[in-house]
């Protein structure tokens, strides 16, 4: 498969009053053509910060580190003019943002808005682009269309802004689509309207798709493949039927059990992963997760893990994978059943 984006060994840090802040440390993966990869993690874990250095967007105090590249189509974007960046952002690569109601300007017409990219990408003059505007609030399945283009963002509830924003990013067809956390403060129901409205759109205009959420429910139906972040580094990453039903980090292990279930018994506690995630001021020197992990070992606290590889692709940086570490002890999620590490039932 053709690969249309490439993150190579991405590092962004946050200059502060209390020091630097390595929000991402050292992150790779790729995006196929016509792939949907969803990045998950808790907040703070450098998922967003992933997302708006894919777009080129991360301001002072941050910076992209040197040494990191994020190629498009053979090019490094960080490399990229002026120029270059404004026909790549909205024209080649569009985002849908976090919240809606902050990311829509309350001040103009959600019409005028979208007509914006196609002027500017497109080359559409004002009726033309309007015209589009138009299509484009039908195709999100926006009703009225005709009447909705001429009204301000205030004036649509949270889901049909979020469609809003998806019509404004999906404008020009770009081919390359991060959506960071589309469902954030929307009930389940409009939460999967927007999700199926995602994954429509990107079977029928081809683009790839970055899924930025920290819920690994929302893109079990969506995702190809996913990766799996913790305090700015990659944990783990796979093929979604390999994440979901054989995951080898305690880490995804843990955010598959915080994952509300049917059958749960009446007034169940749901599953919480207990502490914090560490101070990325003063990343600790082995994994990230250790103190947070029940099989945390010596060498955990001492040493970044190795990337252990399995099938089809499927990775971890997980010591506990490592083939001189027991497995008779260690229990993992799954969908079915409770089985040890190296799959035998218990």
Same mark, same amino acid.
């Given at each position: ?76 974007? =960080? ?12 024209? #080649? ?62 004036? !649509? ?150 990337? !252990? ?5 499927? #990775?971890?940086?997980?010591? =506990? ?10 229990? !993992? ?14």
């Amino acid at each position: 498969m053709e690969k249309i984006l490439e993150v190579k060994n991405l590092r962004v840090s946050y200059h502060t009053y209390a020091g630097e802040v390595q929000s991402v440390r050292g992150i790779s993966f790729d995006v196929e053509k016509g792939e949907a990869l969803a990045i998950v993690g808790e907040s703070g874990c450098g998922k967003s910060v992933t997302s708006r250095a894919i777009m080129s967007i991360i301001e002072k105090p941050g910076e992209i580190k040197k040494d990191s590249k994020i190629i498009y189509k053979g090019e490094n974007i =960080l490399e990229f003019n002026k120029k270059q960046l404004q026909n790549y952002r909205g024209g #080649e690569c569009a985002m849908i943002f976090q919240d809606a109601l902050t990311s829509l300007n309350p001040t103009m017409k959600v019409g005028k808005q979208i007509a914006e990219n196609l002027v500017i990408h497109r080359g559409m003059n004002r009726k033309q682009a309007m015209e589009e505007a138009v299509k484009m609030l039908k195709l999100v399945g926006i009703p009225n269309p005709e009447t909705r283009v001429n009204q301000y963002p205030h004036e !649509f509830s949270g889901g049909m802004r979020q469609r809003v924003m998806i019509a404004i990013a999906l404008a020009c067809s770009p081919k390359l689509l991060i959506a960071d956390e589309p469902t954030t403060a929307l009930d389940v129901t409009i939460q999967a309207q927007i999700i199926e409205l995602i994954k429509d759109l990107q079977q029928k205009i081809g683009s790839s798709v970055v899924i930025i959420t920290h819920d690994l429910g929302v893109v079990a139906d969506i995702a190809d493949r996913v990766v799996v972040i913790y305090a700015g580094q990659i944990v783990e990453k796979g093929r979604t039927e390999e994440i979901f039903y054989n995951p080898k980090h305690p880490y995804t292990w843990a955010l598959l059990n915080a994952v509300p279930r049917l059958d749960l018994e009446n007034k169940q506690e749901l599953y919480t992963i207990k502490g914090t995630p560490p101070d990325l001021i003063a990343p600790p020197k082995g994994c990230g997760f250790a103190q947070r992990c029940k099989y945390c070992m010596k060498i955990c606290l001492e040493q970044q893990p190795e990337n !252990f590889t399995f099938e089809d692709g499927h #990775e971890a940086a997980c010591w =506990l994978n490592h083939p001189d570490v027991p497995k008779d002890n260690i229990e !993992f999620f799954n969908n079915d059943n409770v089985q040890s590490l190296d799959g035998g039932a218990k």
